[in-house]
């Protein structure tokens, strides 16, 4: 499959934990984003890496980090967990940094807080 | 703040019937406006995007500067637009993305 590819597709876990989610994005896409979808708040942009570089950061708390490798995969770490961040996170990719090129999203992490 | 409001959550119409999905956003700098769909079971892909002034699968949209809105419009909704619409704004400069809360449409045969 050469489009994106997210790992794990479900994460079950207990407050307080860490957990890391990972992306590989399209072959030759450079540019990797990560959202966070939840019920009441829709799709919220967390943050992009470019060529392995931050590029942009949206609504990303701090206990919330990523980063992009240099094969260009990318993994996002959620620390100290609470409830509140069960959701569907999302990793979209483009072959450019702007964000006027058009993303190719993955099918998503689901993760449930307990 | 919220830059990108699509106002409705649900939107019903009937097959052959003009369909029109909302969105206003709000933003200081030159933003660029897209509009992506996700199909059941399948994943979020681009639909338009206003500089490319395009028609895809019969829908366009202008993006209105005075109005500062985006609005998606079909002439004649089918059974197979049937999806979750997101309307999306990219912030120049900043490349921050912002997506709306979505309208799921419903085209009813």
């Known amino acids: 499959d050469s489009g994106v590819t997210q790992t794990p597709k479900h994460l079950i876990t207990a407050t307080g934990q860490r957990v890391t989610l990972r992306c590989s994005p399209r072959s030759g896409d450079l540019s990797v984003y990560w959202y966070q979808q939840s019920l009441d708040q829709g799709l919220q942009f967390l943050i992009q890496y470019y060529n392995g570089e931050e590029r942009a950061k949206g609504n990303i708390l701090e206990r919330f980090s990523a980063q992009q490798f240099p094969d260009l995969h990318s993994e996002l770490n959620l620390s100290s967990l609470e409830l509140g961040d069960s959701a569907l996170y999302f990793c979209?990719?483009?072959?450019?940094?702007?964000?006027?090129?058009?993303?190719?999203f993955g099918p998503g992490t689901r993760l449930t807080v307990l | 703040a919220q830059r990108v409001t699509q106002p409705e959550k649900l939107l019903s119409v009937f097959k052959g019937a003009p369909v029109e999905l909302k969105c206003n956003y709000s933003?200081?700098?030159?933003?660029?406006l897209f509009w992506y769909v996700q199909y059941s079971r399948q994943r979020l892909q681009l639909l338009l995007r206003?500089?490319s002034r395009e028609s895809i699968k019969g829908f366009t949209a202008d993006l209105n500067k005075g109005e500062t809105s985006f609005h998606l419009k079909k002439p004649f909704a089918q059974e197979e637009d049937s999806a979750m619409y997101y309307c999306?704004?990219?912030?120049?400069?900043?490349?921050?993305?912002?997506f709306g809360t979505g309208t799921s449409l419903t085209v009813i045969p």
């Open positions: 206003h500089i």
């Open positions: 979209a990719s483009s072959f450019r940094d702007r964000g006027r090129n058009e993303q190719f």
């Open positions: 999306a704004l990219s912030g120049v400069p900043g490349n921050q993305f912002y």
């Open positions: 933003y200081s700098g030159s933003p660029e």
